[in-house]
């Protein structure tokens, strides 16, 4: 398990150890690689409404990342491997892996499926790319025959862990009780490892899109609306009705944009909504309205959450009304993050080099429209009230 950080123990390491395999967790965090070496185990915490319920996740140590030799030795030998590091973190984990890897043919060791647990589109494309940058030609072939990058949507919501949740504990990870993990069923070199908790799917793209568009671009909109009206947590957010209308109907105009592009059934999608718009009223998680609402730029760029799901919307016939609402608070925390003047010209700019939106396309219109009532200090309710009217001019999208 590459990455011990929040859901390489709190996520993936615990799914793991649960169906019996002997967990390695490779970190360059030394206390908790120590930790993990000496304990052989660490607590996890299911946090809920209702209370809590602890599980000791056993049979598991580490090594440190920054030990060639002893990070590519357990890539080299272990039946399966994964990745949670982050996005930024992936180029330098690399050299290890093909150390391992090397290490691995020589040996004549069996196929190798890595689990790439990142929240990035194309995950599977972007380390293919960084690791065959330092491979030769005929180790690229083998590598295409013997190793399969399997794509994971990470639905968990797993928060920053502060000193409370520990608890006492440093290796304490605390959150939702949700495990299931969706993977690329096509992506696996030979046998596909029977795993509680791990569903297989093809084609896998629906449950990138569903994560990003539905999940994520979801749980933005709540912060960034949560954020306009100074609420702190995403559980004080959604409890806000004002925001949970437009954070359900944006989470609804990208279920129905998924379902006719993917033609999977509605019904299951709008399922799939109702159980995270309780998962997010989870107070004990103390996810912060900051946190979820962070790094704006990436979650306004152009395939991602808001203007991804808002594209993919309009394609498919259907007006993100409430897409839209999302994306323009969005634009607000970019702007005031950047320290920039709370003006149209400034709010177009954004949408034209973060968005890559032309500035006379109907989304842009439509975002600097709610943009321009936000700058002027409407309300919520004045917000939800004219996404209601937009939408409601657009019968297409019901019939």
């Not at 598991?60 to 973190?89: F, Y």
Request: glycine letters at 8%.
């Amino acid at each position: 398990m590459y990455g011990g950080g929040n859901i390489g123990r709190g996520f993936i390491g615990a799914l793991m150890s649960g169906a019996g395999y002997e967990v390695t967790f490779i970190d360059v965090a030394e206390p908790v690689v120590k930790e993990l070496q000496e304990k052989r185990c660490y607590p996890l915490r299911f946090v809920s409404n209702e209370g809590h319920e602890d599980l000791l996740v056993r049979n598991v140590t580490a090594v440190n990342g920054n030990d060639t030799e002893a990070a590519s030795d357990v890539i080299a030998r272990c039946a399966l491997m994964a990745t949670a590091v982050g996005a930024r973190i992936l180029k330098f984990i690399v050299p290890n892996i093909v150390a391992g890897l090397r290490k691995r043919w020589a040996a004549g060791g069996a196929p190798l499926n890595i689990i790439i647990c990142e929240n990035l589109n194309d995950a599977n494309k972007v380390v293919e790319r960084m690791i065959k940058e330092q491979l030769t030609p005929e180790e690229c072939v083998r590598f295409d025959a013997e190793v399969g990058l399997v794509e994971a949507s990470i639905g968990r919501m797993v928060p920053v862990q502060t000193d409370e949740m520990k608890d006492g504990e440093p290796l304490r990870v605390c959150v939702e009780k949700y495990g299931f993990l969706p993977v690329d069923k096509a992506a696996f070199k030979g046998s596909v490892p029977e795993i509680p908790g791990m569903v297989p799917f093809e084609p896998f793209d629906f449950f990138v899109k569903r994560k990003l568009f539905i999940h994520n671009m979801g749980h933005a909109t709540t912060a960034f609306l949560g954020g306009l009206k100074g609420v702190e947590y995403i559980f004080e957010a959604i409890d806000d009705p004002e925001i949970r209308t437009v954070a359900q109907n944006a989470m609804l105009e990208s279920a129905l944009a998924l379902s006719r592009h993917y033609h999977v059934d509605l019904a299951g999608i709008q399922l799939h909504i109702t159980d995270l718009l309780g998962r997010f009223t989870n107070a004990a998680l103390k996810d912060t309205c900051a946190r979820v609402g962070g790094d704006p730029a990436r979650k306004l760029s152009p395939a991602d959450r808001l203007i991804g799901s808002a594209t993919l919307a309009l394609e498919e016939g259907i007006t993100p009304a409430y897409i839209a609402v999302g994306a323009a608070a969005g634009v607000k925390r970019y702007l005031d993050e950047a320290g920039r003047p709370q003006l149209r010209e400034e709010a177009m700019e954004v949408l034209s080099t973060v968005s890559a939106l032309e500035p006379d396309s109907p989304l842009a219109e439509m975002i600097l429209r709610y943009y321009e009532m936000i700058a002027d200090g409407c309300s919520l309710k004045d917000l939800r009230r004219k996404a209601d009217d937009l939408k409601s001019a657009s019968l297409k999208d019901i019939i």
